[in-house]
Each structure stands twice: as structure tokens, then as C-alpha cells.
């Protein structure tokens, strides 16, 4: 009894101990583990041009621009945009994910416009646009 550790006592039929169990399954998640998640840090944003057609209450707006994902793997971004006025304040802030549920391969770009989310106000005088969101689809 006093030769036998605690775990050669609790699984000697077995052939392995809970310790070389543990060993296994850190090896097996090691490569997961080892690829950090994207953010949003890892997308960016190009080509960003507001453009305005029609009059009146027929007036439409194009937001369009590029997204490319810089992450080492397949990732999705939901972009948000916000137009604002004179003074900076928000008048409407929308959000859409360029590729659907798609994900977005490592290097490239998909374009996007989220004009028609948007309802035109003559106030609307600037626009920010920025990654809000990234998730794996």
C-alpha cells in the first residue's frame, strides 16, 4: 500500500493515470488555444465615400466603402456607421455586416453600402464609420 502513488491505486486497469489524461487533452487544445481570436483591430476600412442622389423626399444615400479582414484566419466584422451634424451630434447610427454570414478569407475584401438603412436629413453633415463587432460564422 505504502508503494503505490494515489493514482496507480485508483486506475490500474486502465493503463493510464488522470495526469496523462489531462497531458493528452492540453496537447489536443494547444493549437486552438494558440490562435488568438480576431478583433476588431484586425479589420480595416477603406475607401469610405458618401454620395447622394435624387431630391427632396426621393433623396437616397450610398455609404460605401471596402472591409478587409488582416486577421490570420476566416473571421466576419459588423460595421457601424453614424451620421451626424454640424456640431458632431449622432442623428442616426445603423450597423450591417458586409458579408452576411459569411466569413471574410484572410487577406480579403468585400465592399459594402449601407445607404439604404438610412432615411436622408438635410442636418446630416458628417459620417464615421467603424468595425463594431467580429465573430467566426
Request: with cysteine; proline share 5%; hydrophobic share 40%.
Amino acid at each position: 500500500m505504502f508503494g503505490m502513488s494515489f493514482l496507480d491505486n485508483d486506475f490500474p486497469s486502465i493503463g493510464y493515470t488522470p495526469m496523462k489524461t489531462l497531458l493528452v487533452a492540453a496537447l489536443l487544445l494547444a493549437p486552438v488555444a494558440s490562435h488568438a481570436a480576431c478583433s476588431s483591430t484586425d479589420f480595416a476600412i477603406s475607401d469610405f465615400k458618401m454620395k447622394s442622389t435624387g431630391s427632396g423626399t426621393g433623396m437616397r444615400l450610398s455609404l460605401a466603402g471596402q472591409l478587409t479582414n488582416h486577421c490570420a484566419s476566416p473571421a466576419a466584422a459588423q460595421i457601424r456607421i453614424e451620421a451626424k451634424d454640424a456640431g458632431g451630434k449622432v442623428l442616426q447610427s445603423k450597423q450591417g455586416w458586409p458579408a452576411g454570414t459569411a466569413n471574410i478569407g484572410p487577406g480579403q475584401s468585400v465592399p459594402f453600402d449601407l445607404g439604404r438603412l438610412f432615411r436622408y436629413e438635410s442636418d446630416m453633415q458628417d459620417y464615421t464609420v467603424s468595425v463594431s463587432e467580429v465573430k467566426t460564422w
